[in-house]
């Protein structure tokens, strides 16, 4: 078992930034893919950003592609969201996840992942 917890959600405004935080726990951090997740307020949870096991890799979704940036310190198992430029349509739930290592593309899988943070909120306001 992983367990995550995300945090560092919060009330922003257009344009600023945020880092989120998902620290886990549990089995050895390094064996698994990471990803973060958002669920919007009516709207189907989607895919964000991945990194692979050792973070040579990552995967973003279009519409936070350039603004956001993923990463992971394998040291001190955690992984974490730079969220820059924010936007209101960036207002969600934001849920990090783990998976067991695969092919780049699975980043993208949501049904790839295992485990799941409760999630933060992170609400941008205009």
């Known amino acids: 078992q992983v367990q995550l917890v995300e945090s560092g959600g919060r009330l922003v405004q257009v344009g600023d930034s945020l880092r989120l935080s998902c620290a886990a726990s549990?089995?050895?951090?390094?064996?698994?893919?990471m990803g973060w997740f958002r669920q919007a307020p009516g709207k189907d949870r989607e895919f964000v950003a991945g990194?692979?096991?050792?973070?040579?890799?990552?995967a973003y979704a279009d519409s936070v592609k350039g603004r956001f940036t993923i990463s992971r310190d394998n040291a001190q198992s955690a992984a974490y969201l730079q969220m820059n430029s924010l936007k209101p349509e960036d207002t969600a739930v934001y849920y990090c996840?783990?998976?067991?290592?695969?092919?780049?593309?699975?980043?993208?899988?949501?049904?790839?992942?295992?485990?799941w943070g409760q999630g933060t909120q992170v609400t941008v306001s205009s």
């Open positions: 549990g089995r050895t951090f390094s064996n698994y893919d």
């Open positions: 996840a783990a998976k067991t290592v695969g092919v780049l593309a699975t980043l993208r899988m949501m049904g790839r992942y295992n485990y």
């Open positions: 990194i692979n096991r050792s973070g040579g890799a990552t």
